[in-house]
Antibody
Framework: QVQLVQSGAEVKKPGSSVKVSCKPSRGTFNNHVINWVRQAPGQGLEWVGGTTPSGSANYAQKFQGRVTITADKSTNTAYMELSSLTSDDTAIYYC????????????????WGHGTAVTVSS | EIVLTQSPATLSLSPGERATLSCRASQSVSTYLAWYQQKPGQPPRLLIYNASFRASGIPTRFSGSGSGADFTLTISSLEPEDFAVYYCQQLTNWPRTFTFGPGTRVEIK
């Protein structure tokens, strides 16, 4: 099965930005929907945002104005950029793929990346 | 914004016992609900999609049920590898957004 390969761990200063990448181990993303989910240390899962079947992006209200999710078809890579970082953004960031998107049916996030640890510290 | 509540927060059971996990939505999500299992140091793994369909490779001891606002994940007979944290997640279509529940930890009694 295809895997999602994410970029390496990052250490950032408060107020800076981080850009995390996600690429399939083989094949292309095609029209697959890519979502980004984060998990702070010892905490639960939190949806950050994701692309839509039409190719646009939606974001959790909490991150509106601070996050940008893009996909570069030429490099077959998805990106999540988060700006104005604070210590509360310290977390593991996962990309997760919806291999199938159906009308009236939810197929779930069936393939996950290994996660990228982002640490925000002065 | 739809809020998901999971209960109990922690479930202490022995191998071989039946586990029943609940997920309740603040409003109807139809069947746009999935369940995930997460073990320490690993990404989540999809177990159930569209409320009651087992994902590829998931053992038959895992089953999901429910629709609207009340959902249940049942593990019919716990295996040692099933002790983990379980999350429910819903999809809202307009706009296309997701929400996760806070999780239920299934621990060995």
């Amino acid at each position: 099965q295809v895997q999602l390969v994410q970029s390496g761990a990052e250490v950032k200063k408060p107020g800076s930005s981080v850009k995390v990448s996600c690429k399939p181990s083989r094949g292309t993303f095609n029209n697959h929907v890519i979502n980004w989910v984060r998990q702070a240390p010892g905490q639960g899962l939190e949806w950050v945002g994701g692309t839509t079947p039409s190719g646009s992006a939606n974001y959790a209200q909490k991150f509106q104005g601070r996050v940008t999710i893009t996909a570069d078809k030429s490099t077959n890579t998805a990106y999540m950029e988060l700006s104005s970082l604070t210590s509360d953004d310290t977390a593991i960031y996962y990309c997760a793929k919806e291999t199938k998107v159906g009308t009236g049916f939810y197929y779930g996030l069936d393939v996950w990346g290994h996660g990228t640890a982002v640490t925000v510290s002065s | 914004e739809i809020v998901l509540t999971q209960s109990p927060a922690t479930l202490s059971l022995s191998p071989g016992e039946r586990a029943t996990l609940s997920c309740r939505a603040s409003q109807s999500v139809s069947t746009y609900l999935a369940w995930y299992q997460q073990k320490p140091g690993q990404p989540p793994r999809l177990l159930i999609y569209n409320a009651s369909f087992r994902a590829s490779g998931i053992p038959t001891r895992f089953s999901g049920s429910g629709s609207g606002a009340d959902f249940t994940l049942t593990i019919s007979s716990l295996e040692p590898e099933d002790f983990a944290v379980y999350y429910c997640q819903q999809l809202t279509n307009w706009p296309r957004t997701f929400t996760f529940g806070p999780g239920t930890r299934v621990e060995i009694k």
